[in-house]
């Protein structure tokens, strides 16, 4: 049968009455055109039968303008058919309102796309009934907007996937819709998403209810919201999966908030160290070893005092004490005695050495007997020296064994007057220093064997009380040298025996005879211990004679038995103690001869030649220059000039020689001319000769001996003054000669600095070539300020420096380079400042050459300007404080 429709236009559709349209059939309408569908009007759409409706194709469907839209009822919308509802358009979908969209059935909704989901306005998707929510599959949940979550009832929306919805959607949420099958439903990281408020309203009130899984998701800010109440309701499954930053969120009352068992499964280590420092007597309490044993440094670090000492000795055991501070573990309830053997294994050298001896004391022998060798030698010396004889008695042999030096040194003589003998030897008496010897007893002495004894006692012989004197046996004392018998005091000479005091006193030594004789006033002069020395080298030195030597040696000195200079009490060391200088001997020949320190053996040759190097000055320096110059094959000869002339030392007594030692030459006469006392008090005469000569050496005196031979040229030749002398030479005195050549040997011994260019400890001039300020300071005694200066560099502050130290009698020298040379420099050389003009930017200059071997084209004094010195990269030395002469 054919359609009422078939061949109308679109205005005889729209003409039709709504009862022909009502009577339109299914059939009617699947021949429909989708022009003749566009032309039904609204009330024609809202005539037509649910079934017309609903066999409404996809194309018909599309082709539905926005009036039409508005003419469908929620039954006819309901009519659609499941295929058919995908051709509504989203701007079709955006027009429909919330009774249209109440149509939508369970079997329709599935069909739609997510964008035309998207495309519902929020007024009509409210409109949807629960059962079509629920309907959504994921993908369509996901395009849910946050429009339309926010324009939904709390009944509705508990009908949707929350766990679907996007991130935004899920933002719009209000937490107090979430029904309990929803919140069950979340994944950990739907949990996490929810915003604080969210989580307050909707899950915060149930939180107990959370599984295991979507506790570990909640956020730390989350944490913080849930009720005190929640935490309480908490199983142990869900507390131990708490991550670090949830735990450290929880607060003090939601800690509290836990019982015993719960507290028991908290993962303890994740605690900030400010929930730790604020845990409370019954959290503490709750705590389990195996907990307290995985806390952090930095968590124990947190613990109070007062914390650690609410722990119980059981949770004590827990502790890895390592980690305690000294006042941590001092708090422990167990205490030290209290410690396991594992504990006490742990214990650090800081918390060892941090026990005080009444700490030790009070934790009685049996922390002490538990401690090892090595844990015995952290105790600090301070609390060693105050334990009490009773307990260093109680230490174990194993425990004496790690005793260490500074413990030693530190026991009282209480201390050691207290030890039994077998604890007592078997410490390591060789550390015992005088306040250790002054309590050895007369038992303890008496019971030692000789070996012991001289162990024992024989480098503090001196602190032996007069009580333990009495008890040294002769045995004892027959095996002590010479050197330990000086030691005794007159006290203890005084309280010995007869017998005691013939084998200390060696009353058959002739050397110390001779020095009591000679030092009967309390002094021992120069020329006495020389004539001591010269008996004793006489057929050479045997041991008996090297050992008094040696114990006069030990004797002598500025405050000893004898009283010496200390320039007799250093050279009289020098021959019988040794010096690095007596590895060999010069005498002024070319080449060294070995020589060596002085023993029990040492010939007659051996001895004079030492006693000739330190006191007589005749181990002369070589002279042979091939090395650094020219050799002119030099000879001795003795010197009867005077030491100064008339008016004492001055710089122009300075002529510098062949040798390059300007270095030391400048020095000499920069200091002449500041302090002519220095040299005074440098250099004195022996009255037989000879010549002291103190130069400072790190710090401290230094003496050589020389005597007046000096170095002279070969026929021929000789200086514009007429002197004839090799290195430094004056025709009027000859205190710069002296000088110059104690400082070569000065330059033998090792440790001094010597000529940079052979950089070579030996005694020949050549050792003394080149140099830098070591000199002024060998002379002097002060240290020296160096300035560098280049072209272009500014030089008012330099000047100003230099003003106000010369000024200030300071000495001044300054080295020049082979750079940019102009007018009286000469390359590489040391010249002496005897002026400065700051404001004229000048430096008054002395060439240490002499105007006696001054070269015709130069000037040995000058002035120079500051510009021409920067120009030549020259250095300015400067020294500091006041000569120690």
Known sequence: MTSILSGLSAAQIAALSTAQIAGLTAADIAVMTTGQAAALTTAEV???????????????????????????????????????????????????SAGQMSGFTNKQVPKLSTAQIAAVSAAAFSGLSATALASLTAAQTAAVTAAQIRGMSKSLFQAIQVNALSTSALAAVNGAYLSAAQIASMTWAT?????????KAGVAGVFHTLSADQVGGVAAAQIALVPTTEIAALTTAQIAVLTRAQVQTLSASQLSAMNATQFGALRLWLLSTTQISGLTATEIAALTTAQIGTLTLAQIAALSTKQIALFTTAQD???LVAQLSVAQLLALKCGLAGLTKTQVAQ????????????????AAATFLASLNASQIGQISAAAFSELSATLLNGLTAAQIGGITQAQTQALTATQVSGLSTAKLFSLNTSWFGAKQAAGLTASQIAAMSVAQFDALCGRNLAALS???????????LKSLTAIQDGQFTAGQLAAMSANQLAIVMRQDNPILAEAKSFGADGVLTYDETLKILQDVAAGGVTADEFGALKTLADQM??????????????IFDDVVLGNSANASWHGGGAIAQALGDMTAGTSELQANRLIGKWFLGTDLPGTDLSAVGTNLKSTYVACALPLFGANGPQWSDINQGYVGDCYLMAA??????????????????????????????NGKDDYVTVNADLAMMPSGYAWQNGSKQTFAHNTTNMWSQLIEKAYVQLVEQKGVTPGMTLNINGNAY???????????????GQACDIYRVGPGDPTAALMTTMQNAFNAGEEIMVGTTWLNLSGNLVENHMYFVSGVDAAKGLVQMVNPWGQASASASLSMKFWEPIAALANNYAAVFVTEGKPVH
């Open 46 to 96: 809202a005539a037509l039968s649910v079934s017309a409706v609903g066999a409404f194709s996809v194309a018909q469907i599309a082709a539905l303008t926005q009036a039409q839209i508005a003419g469908l009822a929620a039954k006819q919308v309901a009519a659609i058919g499941a295929a058919s509802v995908s051709g509504l358009t989203a701007k079709q979908m955006g027009w429909l």
């Open 191 to 199: 949990v996490g998403k929810l915003s604080a408020d969210q989580f």
């Open 317 to 319: 055991a827990g502790f």
């Open 347 to 362: 214990l650090s050298a800081a918390q060892i050495g941090g026990l005080s001896a009444a700490t030790l004391t009070a």
């Open 466 to 476: 007069a009580t333990a004197i009495k008890a040294i046996t002769l045995d004892q």
């Open 557 to 570: 000195g500025v405050t000893g038995v004898y009283k010496t200079s200390a320039y007799v009490d250093q």
């Open 668 to 697: 000499l006469a920069e200091t002449a001319l500041q302090h002519p006392d220095t040299i005074k008090n440098m250099i004195k005469a022996n009255g037989n000769g000879t010549y002291s000569v103190d130069f400072i050496v």
């Open 766 to 780: 050549a050792d003394i070539a080149g140099g830098w300020s070591n000199a002024l300071t060998a002379v002097t």
